[in-house]
């Protein structure tokens, strides 16, 4: 009896300390694998983007509209105090080590779609001194906003500058609230997130629903018949700071 | 409770002193409720400089605070006794200078109040989680040290034994909260400036100058100001560690320039031209960082030549630029320095603000505030000895 009423007590004492280490989001995570395709199949989310399709239509933003519009991302007009999820970086910025003085003349001041990298070796993950960010096992990775004590060290660890932190109230700021999606506080970093509230519908990210040049793929990585697969195999890609070993998870086509 | 009641003994300008102190205090605390309700906004920090003048005054005072074992390890492990007066100040400053530390991480966090989910969820894989180990437990030690010792003295008994050990720890844990807060920086793959083995050793070497250093003109102060001297022997042996420790520091720093400009890898380059000559025309620290340059080379001649050494009045002098010099490298350079150019190759300009300034300037006072309280407790213990 005894060892019995243990077993329950340590089953349940597990059980409370896996409840306080998944938050909220936690759950929701939960619910995105369980969304995932072929049951049982491990998962790998990544984006493949084709910068050539993308810059297709010159000044195009209706992913960033899209994603702002969905996740109630403020708009802050000082530059020094943007959030953003995803949004368009001068190719010597986003690949910066990558220019040089002739192909410069292509690429120099072309846009490029960038956000996070949702990293297999993420270094935010690692310094987070609350794991208020961590890593899914489909490899989001995923930001709890009522963890966050606002320490701001993920953003000194990304290097690709894909955090941001609110400095002042985003709530004022959010041009159409969306009552489906929640909003955050100030002090809190956020960023992209996969739109892992829309894969646990089964749906797409917003991003690459709203792209009219169908500029971005997004699927299972671990699904060798998945479309992203079958572009990476068949194209030339290149990933952003590979040398430093974080493993990002989006591939851009040369 | 802990000989408190000899703090609140004192003449005018006693009063006069910490009136004036309180006066800067409310003020930075004022500031404080402002980004309380406002958020971080109001200081000068951006999406690209996300840590500023708070985070760089607890790297610089995390350096004095384990300067401290400085006058700790002659004394206890060589029995050298000209430090025997000296220990108490050297954990006096430690206990204000890791409390320092302690309020410019508390005033950095956007969700103040969420602080304690640092302990509620701990993460011993990150160096903050770390950080916060090392830096409380420092400051138990230190203020469990000083207890002891004061008390004892003020008895007119010898320490209890079972301290010596605790005093022992004390001196790799000095070196520990500095290591530590190297690491932060350190470890992090997209940040070429702070991307480098010899951080921590520099990080240590410019604590153990900057330290002693301050110890030095506090000696000096309190020599003008109360009736206790330290004597000049300690003081002199204090001026001996400085140098050794200033021309270290100013070596590593020359090894690191040498590493990054001989390899010639444009990443690493980047943050020297931006402090040192500016970079995509912005230079906005450039005046201070030569400032510190020069302090630094000036103080390490007036410190080898021993003619100025023993002179109490340049040793003074050479202290304040000893103590300037390395503020500006580590209070200003180190971590604007690491943030510019960001990842991204952006030079973001970064001005704390005035409210970014009174609250940096309160926590000052609040050191202040805390040594002169602590020192008071202390000197009047032994000047009733004394009688």
């Known amino acids: 009896?005894?060892?019995?009423?243990?077993?329950?007590?340590?089953?349940?004492?597990?059980?409370?300390?896996?409840?306080?280490?998944?938050?909220?989001?936690?759950?929701?995570?939960?619910?995105?694998?369980?969304?995932?395709?072929?049951?049982?199949?491990?998962?790998?989310?990544?984006?493949?983007?084709?910068?050539?399709?993308?810059?297709?239509?010159?000044?195009?933003?209706?992913?960033?509209?899209?994603?702002?519009?969905?996740?109630?991302?403020?708009l802050f007009k000082d530059k020094d105090h943007e959030v953003k999820w995803i949004w368009k970086e001068p190719f010597e910025n986003a690949f910066t080590g990558e220019e040089n003085p002739y192909t410069a003349e292509a690429l120099k001041d072309k846009p490029v779609l960038v956000f996070c990298n949702h990293c297999d070796n993420p270094p935010c993950v690692r310094v987070c001194p609350t794991k208020a960010t961590w890593?899914?096992?489909?490899?989001?990775?995923?930001?709890?906003?009522?963890?966050?004590?606002?320490?701001?060290?993920?953003?000194?660890?990304?290097?690709?500058?894909?955090?941001?932190?609110?400095?002042?109230?985003?709530?004022?700021?959010?041009?159409?609230?969306?009552?489906?999606?929640?909003?955050?506080?100030?002090g809190v970093v956020e960023k992209c997130t996969f739109c892992e509230e829309r894969l646990a519908k089964g749906e797409q990210p917003a991003c690459v629903e709203a792209c009219p040049e169908k500029a971005l793929v997004f699927g299972n990585l671990d699904d060798p018949a998945s479309e992203v697969r079958s572009l990476l195999r068949e194209h030339f890609t290149i990933r952003r700071k590979p040398e430093l070993g974080t493993q990002p998870e989006i591939y851009y086509i040369v | 409770m802990f000989m408190f009641e000899k703090a609140v003994v004192g003449g005018k300008r006693y009063w006069a002193w910490i009136g004036a102190l309180s006066a800067v205090i409310l003020v930075g605390f004022l500031c404080y409720l402002?980004?309380?309700?406002?958020?971080?906004?109001?200081?000068?920090?951006?999406?690209?400089?996300?840590?500023?003048?708070?985070?760089?005054?607890?790297?610089?005072?995390?350096?004095?605070?384990?300067?401290?074992?400085?006058?700790?390890?002659?004394?206890?492990?060589?029995?050298?006794?000209?430090?025997?007066?000296?220990?108490?100040?050297?954990?006096?400053?430690?206990?204000?200078?890791?409390?320092?530390?302690?309020?410019?991480?508390?005033?950095?966090?956007?969700?103040?109040?969420?602080?304690?989910?640092?302990?509620?969820?701990?993460?011993?894989?990150?160096?903050?989680?770390?950080?916060?180990?090392?830096?409380?437990?420092?400051?138990?030690?230190?203020?469990?040290?000083?207890?002891?010792?004061?008390?004892?003295?003020?008895?007119?008994?010898?320490?209890?034994?079972?301290i010596k050990p605790i005093i022992i720890l004390s001196i790799p844990w000095a070196v520990s909260i500095h290591t530590v807060t190297a690491f932060l920086y350190n470890g992090l793959p997209g940040?070429?400036?702070?991307?480098?083995?010899?951080?921590?050793?520099?990080?240590?070497?410019?604590?153990?100058?900057?330290?002693?250093?301050?110890?030095?003109?506090?000696?000096?102060?309190?020599?003008?100001?109360?009736?206790?001297?330290v004597g000049s022997e300690p003081i002199q042996k204090l001026a001996v560690i400085v140098t050794y420790a200033m021309i270290v520091n100013i070596f590593f720093v020359l090894m690191e320039i040498f590493t990054v400009f001989y390899s010639q890898i444009p990443e690493h380059m980047e943050h020297f031209k931006f402090l040192f000559v500016g970079l995509q025309g912005q230079a906005p620290l450039v005046p201070?960082?030569?400032?510190?340059?020069?302090?630094?080379?000036?103080?390490?001649?007036?410190?080898?030549?021993?003619?100025?050494?023993?002179?109490?009045?340049?040793?003074?002098?050479?202290?304040?630029?000893?103590?300037?010099?390395?503020?500006?490298?580590?209070?200003?350079?180190?971590?604007?320095?690491?943030?510019?150019?960001?990842?991204?190759?952006?030079?973001?300009?970064?001005?704390?603000t005035a409210p970014e300034l009174a609250i940096v300037v309160a926590i000052w006072a609040i050191g202040l505030l805390m040594i002169t309280v602590f020192y008071k407790i202390a000197l009047s213990v032994r000047e009733r000895l004394a009688e």
């Open chain 2, 288 to 352: 201070w960082m030569w400032t510190s340059m020069i302090l630094a080379a000036a103080s390490i001649f007036l410190l080898l030549v021993p003619r100025y050494r023993r002179n109490e009045k340049v040793l003074a002098v050479t202290c304040v630029m000893v103590f300037a010099s390395l503020w500006i490298d580590k209070g200003l350079g180190l971590i604007i320095g690491g943030f510019t150019p960001s990842p991204l190759n952006v030079v973001t300009r970064y001005v704390p």
């Open chain 1, 1 to 74: 009896m005894t060892i019995h009423r243990r077993t329950f007590l340590g089953v349940a004492g597990l059980s409370a300390v896996a409840l306080a280490g998944k938050s909220t989001i936690g759950a929701l995570a939960k619910a995105g694998e369980e969304a995932a395709p072929a049951a049982g199949a491990a998962t790998r989310w990544a984006m493949v983007i084709d910068p050539q399709r993308c810059l297709r239509k010159e000044g195009c933003k209706d992913c960033i509209g899209a994603c702002d519009k969905v996740h109630n991302v403020p």
């Open chain 2, 34 to 162: 402002l980004q309380l309700t406002e958020g971080l906004g109001i200081t000068g920090l951006s999406r690209n400089v996300t840590w500023g003048m708070y985070i760089a005054q607890f790297t610089f005072f995390v350096g004095v605070a384990a300067s401290a074992v400085m006058v700790v390890l002659p004394y206890y492990l060589h029995n050298y006794k000209a430090f025997g007066k000296l220990t108490i100040l050297g954990e006096f400053l430690a206990i204000s200078a890791v409390t320092m530390c302690m309020l410019f991480i508390f005033v950095d966090m956007g969700q103040p109040m969420r602080i304690l989910n640092v302990m509620l969820h701990p993460t011993p894989g990150s160096m903050m989680f770390w950080d916060m180990i090392s830096l409380s437990g420092y400051l138990v030690l230190n203020a469990l040290i000083a207890y002891v010792t004061l008390s004892s003295e003020r008895k007119e008994v010898p320490p209890p034994h079972w």
């Open chain 2, 191 to 229: 940040r070429s400036f702070w991307l480098t083995a010899i951080l921590a050793p520099r990080f240590l070497a410019s604590a153990f100058a900057a330290g002693p250093a301050l110890l030095i003109l506090l000696c000096m102060i309190i020599r003008k100001l109360t009736k206790f001297d």
């Open chain 1, 135 to 186: 890593k899914r096992e489909d490899g989001i990775v995923m930001m709890d906003w009522h963890r966050c004590i606002g320490c701001r060290y993920c953003m000194a660890a990304c290097p690709y500058g894909s955090r941001s932190f609110n400095w002042l109230d985003p709530r004022p700021r959010i041009p159409a609230l969306d009552p489906e999606f929640p909003t955050r506080t100030k």
